[in-house]
């Protein structure tokens, strides 16, 4: 898989966990395991700077 696949998808994420966040709130359960892709996906991608934050 190209890298530029592999990072794309946490971008997807990342637009998914603000709405979660907003809409759910931060301790939903949906909204933690989105963290946990978002986190588990950075892991696989030998710790690629890949920003998490929430802020636009």
């Known amino acids: 898989m190209k890298r530029g696949i592999r990072l794309a998808r946490p971008a997807a ?3 998914l ?3 979660q966040i907003r809409v ?3 301790d939903h359960p949906d909204t933690l395991t989105t963290w946990d892709w978002l986190a588990e996906w950075r892991g696989r991608t030998e710790g690629a700077a890949v920003d998490l934050s929430t802020d636009s």
């Open 13 to 15: 994420f990342k637009g």
């Open 17 to 19: 966990l603000a709405d």
């Open 24 to 26: 759910l709130g931060p």
